[in-house]
């Protein structure tokens, strides 16, 4: 009969990951270690990640869980204002590198360490920061941006840029601007709320 693992198990082995991935990459760090800082059996690993492509899988598509369900709840105040929605991502992006041990965001980390498109690490990062994208959009068009595509894009560069530089040089860096930086793109696309109200009622005449 095979032995169920105690509740909770999983939830330990993928806090445990996600410390040590964190800490060095996920590239650095075996299973064995894994084992050890855990404390559990390397037979109790193995019964609930195949293999530590697996355990890299899941430690990144838990965190997506995770960074949509707090990015969402940061949005939610600003609900029908999607140009304040799009300033907000920033913010939220901003706020989380100012986090203590910070060492770079774990998308784009997972994606330059594993570089094999097929590996399922890099697929799930991927998958996250393709939807990062298409979420950019969705609110650059509600906003009625004059270029929903571009300025998408842009404020992506500018995340991308925040996660890189406060990885490298510090959160008050040149990720200290990331902010106004995307304010200054917004205001350039996306037209005051009384002007687009004008724009609205011209078109309904």
Partial sequence: MTRRPAPGTRQRILKTAARLFGE???RAVGMQEVVEE???GKS????????KDDLVAAWVRELDAETWSHMDQALAPYEGDPARQL???VEFAQ???QAPG???CTFYNTSAEFRDPAHPGRQEAVAHLDQLRQRLRALALAARATDADALADMLMLIISGLYANAATLGSSGPAGRATAAARILIDQHIA???QVGREREQDSC
């Fill in 44 to 51: 109790v690993l193995y019964r609930e990640f195949s293999s």
């Fill in 102 to 104: 910070f060492y770079g």
């Fill in 192 to 194: 005051p709320a009384d």
């Fill in 87 to 89: 300033l907000k991502v």
């Fill in 38 to 40: 855990t404390g559990l």
């Fill in 95 to 97: 706020a989380s590198v």
């Fill in 24 to 26: 060095r990459g996920a």
